[in-house]
């Protein structure tokens, strides 16, 4: 029985068309099933595609393949050893197994540099290392340890711990520009009482750590050991503006900070706080949480555009009482969430807030004030919220009614058979006009 259920399954799959790899070519037809490939390629004609083929180009249908590397036996330039199949001196067999792997007449046990030929086995320095591979070819160095990979070994790299392959040194005093903490004057002891990266010889500040060398004034003492900063002839202590030359020290708000360096020149705001990081203070900012370098306001309600949610109307409460983004000023819907992307009249009113929200009109009038606009109202003078209209003649029920309803029983008095006595089934047996209970 489970013989039959599985066969039974097979002949299913078969003949549904299945398609692992979702290349839109059934699995029965697919040179290779398990690998997209719409384009069937197969340049050995061996009936497996190219891409799943491990022998691409030479015809294997076994597809045998020894040592388990990607590499079939028939194309295999080292078929008993797994391998990347690379083959230096391109003579067909991979370098894995490939007793002279250059091809420079020298066995590789006997070659002092087996991957790169050459003859002559030149070893200057005698380290058994070969001077075309050796990576200090004047210093001995067997092991060719080179701890920062640029191409050159460690006892013979100017700077062994930064990658240097050129190994320039500008100031000639036997540390590499790479890693000389002053490539551009020659000091060969590298001291650096601060710390900071840059030698005594060339740092602007060397009794205080500033990697950063900064030095506003240019006058070589760097800011952080500069008692004037600026060289505006204040020093730094006494002056509202340490980084910004100004002589005159103007202090407009009188916050301490001086105009020329204040984002809020005309605001007091000792913190200098800017949550939105745009260069002005929050205090002056119309825009405090938004990014504004412009500060425009075109409707001049001390709200910047960039977040005012009235444009055009001054607002500067920005109330929003829907909280749908829109100032309740230039809501068409202050009370109801305004959706613009669903407005099926295409009238400026969102259906969810339209009176008529398929028929276009962008005054909303409604005479009847009945909640449905007169442009769509069956009974644009009667009010008829529910728009009821029986004999569906496209006129409801209560026009020409009136408003008055004395016996509250839902129906206008001008329409009602029996407007003093309470009837809303408005019964008339014998059909004269006049509600059963009123008779």
């Known amino acids: 029985m489970k013989l039959l259920l599985s066969v039974l399954i097979l002949l299913l799959f078969s003949c549904s068309g299945a398609d692992a790899d979702n290349d839109n070519i ?60 690379s083959d230096v001196d391109s003579d067909g067999i991979g370098d894995l197994c490939d007793e002279d792997i250059d091809n420079d007449g020298l066995t590789n046990a006997k070659d002092n540099c087996p991957t790169i030929a050459n003859k002559s086995q030149d070893d200057g320095d005698a380290d058994e290392v070969g001077d075309v591979c050796d990576n200090c070819a004047d210093i001995a160095n067997t092991n060719q340890q080179d701890d920062d990979e640029d191409q050159v070994g460690n006892l013979c790299d100017i700077c062994p711990d930064a990658f240097d392959p050129d190994q320039g040194d500008d100031d000639e005093d036997g540390q590499g520009d790479a890693c000389d903490n002053c490539p551009r004057n020659s000091n060969a002891d590298q001291k650096d009482g601060d710390v900071d990266n840059v030698g005594d010889l060339c740092d602007n500040c060397p009794a205080k750590a500033n990697s950063d060398q900064s030095d506003i004034d240019a006058d070589l003492e760097g800011d952080v050991c500069d008692p004037d900063i600026d060289d505006d002839s204040v020093l730094n202590d006494d002056d509202n503006c340490p980084y910004f030359a100004n002589v005159r020290q103007l202090d407009e708000d009188e916050d301490e900070i ?50 005012d949610n009235c444009l055009d109307l001054p607002n500067s409460s920005q109330a929003d009482s829907d909280g749908d983004g829109i100032g309740d000023l230039c809501d068409v819907c202050p009370m109801i969430a305004n959706d613009l992307a669903n407005d099926s009249d295409g009238d400026g009113f969102s259906d969810n807030c339209d009176n008529c929200p398929t028929v276009k009109n962008p005054d909303q009038l409604d005479v009847d004030v009945d909640g449905v606009g007169t442009a769509c109202d069956n009974c644009p003078v009667d009010s008829n919220p529910d728009q009821k209209d029986t004999n569906g003649d496209g006129e409801g029920d209560v026009c020409g009614c009136g408003d008055a309803d004395a016996d509250q029983d839902g129906v206008n008095d001008l329409c009602d058979n029996c407007s003093i006595i309470f009837n809303p089934d408005q019964r008339d047996a014998d059909d004269n006009g006049i509600g059963d209970v009123c008779e």
């Open 26 to 85: 059934p699995d029965t037809d697919d040179n290779c099933p398990t690998r997209s490939n719409t384009n069937q390629s197969d340049q050995d004609g061996d009936g497996i595609g190219d891409v799943c083929d491990n022998c691409a180009s030479i015809p294997n249908t076994d597809q045998r393949d020894s040592d388990n590397d990607p590499a079939g036996d028939l194309c295999d330039n080292c078929p008993g050893l797994p391998n990347d199949q």
């Open 258 to 307: 001086g105009n020329l360096c204040d984002n809020c020149p005309s605001d007091q705001n000792s913190t200098q706080a800017d949550d939105d990081g745009d260069g002005f203070g929050n205090k002056c900012d119309l825009c405090p949480n938004i990014v504004s370098a412009d500060q425009k306001d075109r409707d001049n309600d001390s709200v910047g555009d960039a977040c």
